[in-house]
């Protein structure tokens, strides 16, 4: 389904390139035709310790040759792996920006708990930004372990009083603060449920789609 919807907007999966959506101009000036994209595959059953190997030695590999890469599909929890595997060496540089309705610092190993199995394999919570928290969509508990990690929070409400790219550009620059890559992670339950009526996680008062593509 997901490369289905891509062929619309990409042209390494367009068969007719005079059809490349590309060639259309961009706001700001960007010309995204320029840009290279290949499709590296699926990665086989990325759950449970194994799956989690596979995935970040699959991701390194990638990343071996390309410039960027993007992770489509599964559920948060692959988050852990796809950060490991991008990061590498780089650990103890990176930092995490994540787009999110929720903190994802549970217990336990599920979508609800990369951030946290993050910062326990060594990621500095110092350069961790949160954007997007839903005050009501999480428990004081996790509320307080952000706090207690030092993790930055731009919560939803605030994003109504500020620009999504100013508050993007203050996270990348806190993520970024060690000179290290930076993982973006991004949640659709950060929408409101009107944007992603199919996603369960996702609650009203959510952010609207032209601010999650300004962010």
């Known amino acids: 389904a997901i490369r289905e919807a891509l062929r619309r907007y990409s042209p390494a999966l367009v068969p007719d390139r005079s059809r490349d959506p590309f060639d ?3 706001a700001g000036g960007a010309d995204l035709g320029e840009l290279d994209l290949v499709d590296a595959g699926d990665i086989h059953e990325p759950d449970g310790e ?20 993007v992770a489509l599909g599964g559920d948060n929890s692959v988050t852990f792996a796809t950060a490991l595997g991008a990061w590498g060496a780089d650990l103890g540089t990176a930092g995490l920006v994540t787009i999110d309705a929720h903190y994802d610092l549970r217990d336990g190993v599920s979508n609800g708990s990369p951030v946290r199995r993050l910062v326990e394999a060594g990621l500095d919570p110092s350069r961790i930004v949160q954007i997007g928290i839903q005050d009501f969509a999480n428990s004081a508990a996790y509320a307080r372990r952000a706090a207690d990690l030092g993790i930055t929070v731009i919560h ?20 970024g603060a060690a000179g290290g890559p930076v993982h973006l992670d991004v949640d659709v339950d950060a929408c409101d449920r009107a ?10 008062g959510g952010l609207a789609a032209w601010e999650l593509r300004a962010l």
């Not at 390194?60 to 960027?68: D, N």
């Not at 109504?160 to 790219?165: C, G, K, Y």
């Not at 944007?195 to 996702?202: G, L, N, R």
């Open 195 to 204: 944007v992603v009526p199919a996603c369960p996680a996702s609650v009203p």
């Open 24 to 26: 259309s101009p961009l």
């Open 156 to 175: 939803r409400d605030e994003l109504h009083h500020r620009l999504p790219h100013l508050a993007m550009a203050e996270a990348l620059e806190i993520a």
């Open 50 to 69: 194994a799956g989690e190997a596979r995935t970040r030695s699959r991701v390194t590999q990638v990343l071996a040759r390309s410039e960027a890469l």
